[in-house]
Nanobody, 124 residues
Framework: QVQVAESGGGLVQPGDSLRLSCAAS????????MAWFRQAPGKEREFVVG????????DYIDSVKGRFTISRDSAKNTIYLQMNSLKVEDTAVYYC?????????????????WGQGTQVTVSS
């Protein structure tokens, strides 16, 4: 059994920063890629950013490019999402996901494991 758990959400003001963490654990954890998705109230869950476990490739949606940075620590089975210059429209529940195989970044069905989500609220 593999578990994926997020942490680091909170309430911040526009322009502030937050760092989310996602730790994967389990008897044998092996992921080809991991990603962050988010879901705002009344909206569908959307892909935000992903990274291959090798760290060689990553992908971001346009709205977060230049503001968000994904990184991973393979020794700790953990990925991070550094979010800078946060905007009100970044408010959402952020989910970490892991996939055992390569594929399409934004396709939710390709991710085997999901965390419970962490709330990020950006408000003045």
């Amino acid at each position: 059994q593999v578990q994926v758990a997020e942490s680091g959400g909170g309430l911040v003001q526009p322009g502030d920063s937050l760092r989310l963490s996602c730790a994967a654990s389990g008897r044998t954890f092996s992921a080809a890629r991991m990603a962050w998705f988010r879901q705002a109230p009344g909206k569908e869950r959307e892909f935000v950013v992903g990274i291959t476990w090798s760290g060689v490739r990553s992908d971001y949606i346009d709205s977060v490019k230049g503001r968000f940075t994904i990184s991973r620590d393979s020794a700790k089975n953990t990925i991070y999402l550094q979010m800078n210059s946060l905007k009100v429209e970044d408010t959402a529940v952020y989910y970490c996901a892991a996939s055992s195989f390569a594929g399409t970044w934004w396709r939710l069905s390709e991710y085997n494991y999901w965390g419970q989500g962490t709330q990020v609220t950006v408000s003045s």
